[in-house]
């Protein structure tokens, strides 16, 4: 007999799960996902792209169904679990029997935060995070309804791009100084905004949202400086929670995503957590590259084989609206670094590496992306790079020519 | 080659640059430049150019032409005038210094790269109708040593030889000579003949120079012992039945105690080979080739010239040759090679101090003569003087006006730091030039005439071998330029002799020239050319080069004195007993090096021409010192490093080679650098000013210096579309490039102060590359996709390819890749490039993907199968979709193709 492997959550960490369970512990699980979005799992990567109308909201699906069933999943998309029974290993499904588990994984992902604001409850107070979403914001953007994205990270740009590109006005107001300044530099930062308004989004720094304006509807966002802004709707994307609910009440530690060990295992025996609703050596990623990675080693684990997540040294690398960026590791460059930067801000180019003890400790790359996996790997396996700083700054291929001259 | 409109004709003209005296065809393009070859017809060249000449079509453009006279103002800013205030105003103070000082008072230094014609006119200004013999000329420096061996040995300035002797000789001898750079041309017809007849060929020079041959004899004898290798030679020529007792016998004078001498100094081959540094067999083995081939060419050059005893080494040589009788004969002959284009037809007008006219000198029958001839009001009774001691007379204060004609004394005058100072004492400094700034210039002229140039100028030069070609004009004058002679004229009408400068042409002043020669000639001067005084203009116009002399109502004579026939008492040539040869100064434990100086392939005099072409700028673009890699050691420079090189006259900071090829104790360093075209590379300030007591040549070669090493942390070059001001404490040396102006640099200053002086010339497009920590920085801006400028600075070893990005800087646009890794400084020539990132996950570029819908892929799954694009976050699936879109639909009319 198989043992029921049940994973609540139907998004990418899910699929990618039972992806790499079908490759080492095929026909071991009967698995089960549970899903509260009512369609396949898609992914979520891509839901920009279709805001933008770069891509057709069924071409996001990562698998059709006859994936899932040849790999005896039985999914049960559109059903919210709503409590877990740790005792008895049952998970609870709303209007529906409860389903035993051996093995629980959770990958509920998480939550856009809602800013508490006055007025964030109006009708045209939106967030960007699942299909939904997208839904709702196309929606807008046909009516060229005015829009301020409120958060300037990777998550509001891209709502913004595609608002835009969709046809929306779009204000981006960010709190911080600079757009990203959780993957970005300064100057990165500053190209990237330039490249961004190209595209016609206007950007508002050091802007703090003070209160939204409307008698039902949205009219207008305030700033707490004074400044207002015009608008028919506002989409927060100003940071991500983890959706702990239903550990927390099960019991299950969390802190503020659900606590594993290396072996993505929660507190509680045989549930497990990977994904942005995980907290690992009290970190929870937000990016869909450590969810694939926790993925795998809890694939191993539940076949059986040593397996052990260290952490991931995050690195971001995306086009954001439509421009490549690429971030990775210390882009700062902490007291001791130094750092090699090349700048052709007119050709939409902005490259920072950062060394320090003859390594690679970190890089920021704005346009020119060629080389970025190359930059990770050097940072990831702290290879010294002394004999090729002269051309690291210039790729992979000429660092390698001159090294073997 | 340039695209010429066909319509426009070729015109015949010779080179600006060496005494070969090569014919070319200029095609003018129409658009101020001109199409360049070698005249097939003309008999130095035959159709050849070396580097220098090919390149001059790349020499013509006006940047940096003086167009306008100009005069310095009170606040020492140059202003622009009309031509008369200029003239008004040089005629003017010239006129005020002799009335009160004398005529002694002023001097004119003229230029072997004058015409025939300006020459005259200047040199009869000075001697004629001024009254003073202090014209002297850049020939000083250059030949004077055999002028003044000639007149010693042959009683007049006579080139027995002709270049045909360079094509029969069985032996060519080359002494101090770097022929191979500085006359390409009269050397590849020497190699001919090595090739076609066997010619061997001897050369003799401290430095092994690219002028030997792995097959030559290579004689690299100590500095200055020449005489004493050619009184060996005398004396073995004598004990071994070598001497021709009959020529000695009925044409010449003085041998026995020439033998004499030359026994004393250098009794035996071991004498000879002590005396000289060299080793007994190769000594006994150019002996034994002299004495056993008649056919023989000894032809010398700066090597023998500018040295303290210059006018004794060129006698030693002649000595060999008179006393074999080998001289004037097909294939056999003392050879003078003349450095510069005119130098001979200056030799000819008499424009150097110790002449005074048309091979006459200051015996009282010749200032008679030419005192009628010209009805000259106050004609000079007495030497001038030579160069060397004109430029002291000025830094004494007793002249007190000079006119610079056409040379850059600045620069090339030894001890030249002391030669700038001293300019800026002059009451009147007046300068006719082409170039609107020099050394010369920036040294305090206080006014500049815009003279024309090559290819705007017309008149007659005069080669090596007595060869008189004409000079053309192919191009307008630019700006308000004039002929050289015009200015003089008007300078002279405006002193009150009209009468005798009413010159309406060059053709009018050749006339007077020739006439001149011939006056009261009776074949007792060698220079005559009387046969062309009535030479009409259209006859002036179309003149064939034709060798000297030209007697009325003679045969044409190719050769000189294979029959005796001297200009010398009775006819006879003399011999000399030289000197025994002792350089002027010795090293000391301070000054343990001597220095010698000299020219590179590429690059003439101080470069305000050949400094313009990028082509010639690719050879040796930096000013540098060569040095023995014994002594390299000793004084710890290294290869590609600076040395700073110092003299009792001066300090230059120069990079170094290194090289087997110079003799140990010696350093070479070029000439041509000035301040105009590096920092500290004015190798004119190293040289000490000794002159030979006969010619007043100075011994260029041979200085006492020192050598020690310099660091510089920074090494870089720099390209622009206009001229740099660089930063006053970066050592650089500026290169002609395609497109623009390049220069080579080295520093010790900090990254960041060239970081903001490039921010305070280039432009808001810029791209910039900052590793500080790593000493580098590398900057570029652009125009649209044009490189407008762009600094690369860094270590030593990571300054950046200065040929890639040279070529890069050249081209009107910039693809994207170019642009991309430009600041590398790195070729990319053969680098993998996948092109521009479209699956980030797995690093696969836009180029790998085309490859792999090339190869077939017809969906993201497929390329997602072959290169893993978009399998893992997916985000790239929508471009990957349209790369297909784009790029499939050329791949299926190509499938039809091949169905069909």
């Known amino acids: ?405 | 080659m340039t695209a010429v409109d066909p319509h426009l004709r070729a015109t015949k003209t010779t080179c600006a640059y060496c005494g070969v005296g090569c014919g070319i065809l200029a095609t003018p393009d129409g658009r101020g430049g001109a199409a360049i070859s070698g005249d097939p017809e003309h008999p130095a060249n035959f159709g050849r150019l070396c580097s220098k000449g090919s390149a001059l079509g790349e020499t013509l453009g006006l940047e940096n032409r003086l167009l306008h006279p100009m005069i310095r103002c009170d606040n020492g800013t140059m202003e622009r005038v009309a031509w008369s205030d200029a003239l008004d105003h040089v005629a003017h103070r010239f006129q005020h210094i002799i009335a009160r000082d004398g005529p002694g008072a002023v001097a004119f230094y003229l230029s072997g790269q004058l015409l025939t014609e300006d020459y005259y006119v200047a040199n009869k200004l000075m001697k004629g109708f001024v009254g003073s013999a202090n014209v002297d000329t850049n020939s000083r420096l250059c030949m004077a040593s055999s002028v003044a061996g000639h007149r010693r040995a042959f009683g007049a300035d006579t080139v027995p030889g002709c270049y045909e002797d360079l094509d029969e000789a069985d032996l060519l001898v080359l002494v101090g000579s770097n022929a191979a750079w500085c006359h390409p041309v009269l050397y590849q017809r020497m190699l001919v003949n090595k090739q076609s007849r066997g010619a061997r060929i001897v050369v003799i020079d401290p430095r092994r120079t690219d002028t030997v041959g792995d097959d030559d004899l290579f004689l690299g004898l100590k500095p200055g012992t020449d005489t004493a290798l050619f009184s060996g030679l005398l004396v073995h020529l004598a004990d071994n039945g070598a001497l021709d007792r009959d020529y000695i016998e009925r044409h010449t004078s003085g041998f026995d105690d020439a033998m004499a001498r030359a026994r004393s100094m250098a009794g035996s081959l071991s004498a000879t080979a002590l005396a000289t540094g060299l080793s007994e067999p190769d000594v006994a083995a150019f002996f034994q080739m002299f004495a056993t081939t008649p056919r023989v060419v000894t032809m010398y050059s700066q090597g023998v010239n500018q040295s303290a005893q210059g006018t004794d080494k060129v006698n030693a040589i002649l000595n060999c040759h008179l006393a074999t009788g080998r001289i004037g004969k097909p294939g056999a002959s003392p050879f003078s090679l003349t450095g510069q284009p005119n130098a001979m037809g200056g030799r000819e007008v008499g424009g150097l101090a110790n002449q005074l006219a048309a091979h006459m000198g200051f015996t009282p029958a010749d200032i008679d003569r030419v005192r009628r001839f010209w009805k000259a009001p106050r004609i000079a009774t007495h030497e001038g003087l030579k160069a060397v001691q004109m430029f002291e007379a000025i830094a004494r204060g007793e002249i007190k006006a000079l006119w610079v004609i056409g040379t850059n004394p600045a620069v090339s005058l030894p001890n030249a730091d002391a030669i700038s100072a001293a300019l800026k004492k002059l009451e009147l400094f007046v300068v006719s030039e082409n170039v609107v700034t020099n050394d010369t210039v920036d040294a305090g002229a206080q006014v500049l005439f815009p003279a024309q140039a090559w290819g705007e100028k017309s008149g007659t030069v005069t080669n090596s071998e007595r060869r008189i070609s004409r000079q053309r004009a192919f191009l307008s004058s630019p700006g308000e330029a004039r002929p050289d002679w015009w200015i003089i004229g008007e300078v002279a009408k405006r002193l009150g002799f009209g009468a005798a400068f009413n010159f309406a042409s060059a053709a009018d002043i050749f006339r007077e020239h020739a006439a001149l020669s011939a006056f009261e000639n009776d074949g007792g001067r060698d220079f005559d050319i009387g046969g062309l005084q009535a030479l009409s203009d259209e006859a002036f116009d179309a003149m064939a080069p034709v060798q000297w002399p030209i007697r009325q109502n003679a045969e044409p004579q190719a050769r000189f004195f294979a029959e005796g026939g001297f200009f010398a008492g009775e006819q006879k040539a003399r011999f000399i007993a030289p000197e025994t040869p002792a350089l002027r100064t010795e090293t000391t434990a301070a000054r343990p090096l001597r220095l010698n100086t000299g020219r590179v392939r590429d690059q003439w005099h101080t470069m305000t021409r050949t400094g313009m072409s990028p082509r010639l700028g690719q050879h040796l673009p930096e000013p540098f010192v060569e040095v023995h890699p014994d002594d390299a050691a000793r004084h710890g420079v290294a290869d590609g490093d600076f040395a700073r090189v110092t003299t009792d006259y001066g300090q230059c900071t120069l990079r170094v080679v290194v090289s087997e090829r110079q003799q140990r104790g010696m350093l070479f360093a070029p000439i041509h650098w000035s301040a105009v075209t590096a920092t500290g590379a004015r190798v004119g300030s190293l040289v000490a000013p000794l002159t030979d007591p006969f010619s007043g040549q100075p011994e260029n070669k041979a200085t006492p210096a020192s050598i020690t090493p310099y660091e510089y942390v920074f090494r870089g070059f720099a390209l622009s579309r206009t001229p740099l001001e660089l930063p006053d404490h970066a050592w650089w040396a500026r290169v002609a490039v395609n497109g623009g102006h390049g220069y080579l640099l080295a520093d010790n200053a900090d990254l960041r102060g060239w970081q903001s002086w490039l921010g305070s010339i280039a432009g808001d497009d810029l791209a910039e590359y900052k590793d500080f920590g790593g000493g580098v920085y590398r900057a570029a801006s652009f125009a649209a996709d044009r490189i407008e400028t762009c600094l690369f600075i860094g270590p030593a070893r990571d300054a950046g390819d200065w040929n890639v990005v040279k070529g890069l800087f050249a081209a009107d646009a910039l693809s994207n890749d170019q642009r991309r890794m430009l600041l590398s400084g790195k070729s990319i020539d053969g680098l993998a490039n996948a092109g521009p990132i479209v699956c980030a996950c797995f690093g696969v570029g836009r180029t790998t993907i085309c490859d792999a819908i090339a190869a077939g892929a017809r969906s993201a799954a497929d390329i997602g199968a072959k290169l893993k694009a978009g399998t893992n976050c997916g985000s790239c699936i929508p471009e990957l979709k349209r790369v297909i879109a784009q790029t499939a639909p050329a791949a299926v009319p190509q499938q039809l193709a091949v169905a069909n």
């Open chain 1, 1 to 405: 007999m198989s043992e029921p492997l049940v994973i609540v959550g139907n998004g990418m960490a899910a699929a990618r799960l039972v992806d790499e369970l079908a490759k080492v512990a095929l026909g071991r699980y009967a698995i089960a996902v549970i899903g509260d979005e009512p369609r396949l799992a898609y992914n979520r990567v891509l839901l920009s792209s279709v805001l933008a109308g770069e891509t057709a909201s069924h071409d996001i699906e990562l698998r059709p169904a006859s994936w899932w069933r040849d790999r005896g999943v039985t999914l049960k998309y559109g059903c919210r679990a709503t409590e877990v029974d740790v005792g008895r290993r049952e998970v609870k499904i709303e209007n529906e029997e409860s389903i035993p588990f051996s093995k629980l994984v959770l990958t509920t992902g998480s939550s856009p935060l809602r800013l508490n604001v006055s007025g964030a409850d109006l009708a045209g107070v939106h967030t960007f995070r699942d299909s939904r979403d997208v839904d709702l914001l196309l929606t807008l953007a046909a009516q060229k309804k005015r829009v301020v994205v409120v958060g300037g990270g990777l998550l509001g740009l891209e709502a913004a791009y595609g608002l835009a590109k969709a046809g929306a006005p779009v204000t981006l107001v960010h709190l911080m100084d600079r757009l990203m300044e959780r993957q970005l530099d300064a100057p990165a930062a500053e190209l990237l905004k330039a490249l961004v308004e190209r595209k016609g989004i206007e950007i508002l720094l050091n802007a703090n949202t003070a209160r939204i304006h409307g008698e039902t509807r949205v009219e207008g966002v305030e700033l707490t400086d004074g400044r207002r802004i015009d608008a028919d709707a506002v989409v927060f994307a100003a940071g991500i929670r983890p959706n702990i609910a239903l550990a927390k009440e099960a019991g299950i530690a969390v802190n503020r995503g659900v606590v594993v060990d290396d072996v993505m295992q929660t507190a509680s025996p045989d549930i497990f957590a990977i994904g942005e609703c995980a907290e690992h050596r009290g970190i929870c990623y937000g990016l869909v590259e450590p969810a694939y990675e926790q993925a795998r080693v809890l694939a191993r684990h539940l076949a059986g084989r040593a397996a052990s997540y260290s952490g991931s040294i995050v690195a971001t690398n995306l086009k954001v609206s439509g421009v490549s960026v690429f971030s990775a590791g210390d882009f700062v460059g902490i007291e001791g670094s130094e750092t090699i930067v090349l700048s052709d801000l007119n050709y939409g180019t902005y490259k920072k590496l950062v060394v320090a003890d003859g390594r690679l400790t970190g890089a920021v790359l704005i346009g020119d992306v060629s080389d970025a996996l190359w930059y990770l790997e050097l940072i990831r396996t702290r290879q010294p790079t002394a004999r090729i700083r002269a051309d690291m700054m210039f790729g992979r291929s000429l660092a390698i020519r001159s090294e073997a001259a």
